[in-house]
């Protein structure tokens, strides 16, 4: 799975998990691309970044000035126009007088009418995102007040989504999502304050709708069938879905889940089922069971992120459904039900207590049932997207960073992960684990703050951590180990006495020592290192051949080998932000640090070749042909593109030669041979070049 996602910028993408809804959806779509391009990267990939704090606070000023306790919600769908109609009774607390009171509103939704629960109307404007109304007489501190709101509006595309240009609510005839991020009702404190609801839903008598919470008996008329549901306890219910679906009760033993497919998707209701369920035993098993243990497998369109968890409900886009099951997708969307659903951040700064345990939980869920190698596996993959954008903030100042961006995704998803896969490392799995409890005990149904958890792991560990978190969460930087050994003969065998070294200052962590000797089992040992250098000895009972510094990754670091995936992700990305030339000098510096790399060359030639620059494209092709053919797969698709190159300017017989030795490999990776025998009958075309270069996707 590692080799094959390196394939082509698209397919490396598409094969890659896209977890959830904060993350960038990344499809090879030129569309979105530009779009995303607009949304949050200029053309050098750089995020735009505010300063601390501005993300949240320009946009809703007084979004700490009141506490949202209950929404009642009534809407109807149309689908054939894409028109939302609602009207919402919002119940609240203002922490202090409020002369108004300010919510997020998807801006393509119009209000027409807000009011006092008396009738009494309501001034309000509405100013992009923001909605402020403003009552005759103040809202009084600490006394629950109400407002009524009344909106309606297309939701047809990206236009009006509080995240520019990515679609997080639709209403279609192919089906319909509401998603909580995309504020398609008044909205306090995205993601942090917490509510109960209940929602009245009318849609087409055809359509069923899937919400968070206790279903009522759905009320059927000529014009429509009416869904409610009740969500008693303070979360983020929501999202609704709804459309067209095959309704199937899961077989899995143990597990109360429903899967609601497109039609022709049926197949995927028995793996996805059992896998969704596995996730749940597993995730109750380690953190405690969810109240309660229904839940929700859903479907939703392609057209926006990957995946998005709400109470009771996972949903899962098109492309998420695949043969074998997407195990990360599931288990990192599953748990969410406790790592948002349950315990959610308290701030925009804690936010990976929501993503990076998510992440780190679906990575615990490989480990189980995938065992030691694919962990070791998923971990490494997970340190490398940590370090692509490392230095682009301390984890504690996410804020700064806009959701949905590389940036985003490397601090908060990535590096996130990696804080509780070392905290881990530290303190022991027990007292992981027993931390991890104490949070779904302590922390059910409210909010939970890096602080917060620091004290929970320093209580089930009983160790001081202030050092941990100042040096992971507080602070960019990480070390970069330099080792240098010399062997002594034993009586027995072989002592190994060593040094490592590393620059940063106030480094302080276990580091694990793994000597490789002849014949034997490797041996592992593991030191405590304070500051920027520590000492071992190690016994062996053979002839050490090798010595490997943290070799599973328990630590994130960066070392020459990681380097080259770093820069190899980094100019990835640059390609899909279509910044190629970008992108070439980032695939330019790999090549200074090992100009064997087949992959390397691979790229600058796909690079090169969507600028029509075929010479230079044929000679990168040719160097990855005499490179390390690392991974194996370039050999293959090397081949085949400089087929494609000859058969652009006309030299069949040398394309010919070129699909034959393609062939020749037997290698099918994301069905090379297939094109080779494609192109082997019909030459390769200008007509043909779209859909062949995005073959990956
Ligand atoms: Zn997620």
Redesign the pocket.
Known sequence: MANLSGLAAGSRVINHVV?????KPRVLDSVLISLLLVSGLTSRGQARTSLPGAAQSESQPNATRLKVTHYDIQAELFPATHMLRAKVHVDFVPQTDLASASFRLNSALKVKRAEEPSGKEIQFKQDGLNLTLTPSSPFARDKTDSVIVEYAGALASAEGSPVEDLKLAYIAPEGSYLLYPACWFPVNGPGTDRFSATLKIKVPTDETVIASGKPSAPVRAADGTTYAFQYDKPSFPGTVIAGKYVVQPATAVGADITTYLKPGHEKFSGPYGETAAKALTFFSDKFGSLPSGHLAVVEIDDGTVG?Y?APGLVALASRGLTTPVNQKLVA??VS?QWWRCLVSPSSPDDAFL??GL??YSAALFVEATAGEAAFEDTMHQIAIEALTHEDAAPIAQASRLHEYTPEYNSIV?NKGAMVFHMLRWVIGDDAYLKTMRTLTQQYAWKTLSTRDFQKAAEQASNQQLTYFFAQWVDSTGVPQFKRTWAVYRTQNGYQVIGKIQQDLDIFRMPVEIRVYPEYHQPVNERIEMVGTTADFTINTPARPLKVVIDPASRILKMDDQTKTAVLMARADQLVQQQALLEAIKEYQKVLEINKNSSLAHYRIGETLFKLHNYNAAMEEFRAALNGDLEPKWVEVWSHLNIGRIFDLTGQRDRALNEYQKALQTNDNTQGALELANKYTQKPYTEDTRQAATGSGS
């Open positions: 977890p959830g809804w904060r993350m995946g968890s990192h969307e969410h929501d993503e998510a992440t998803y």
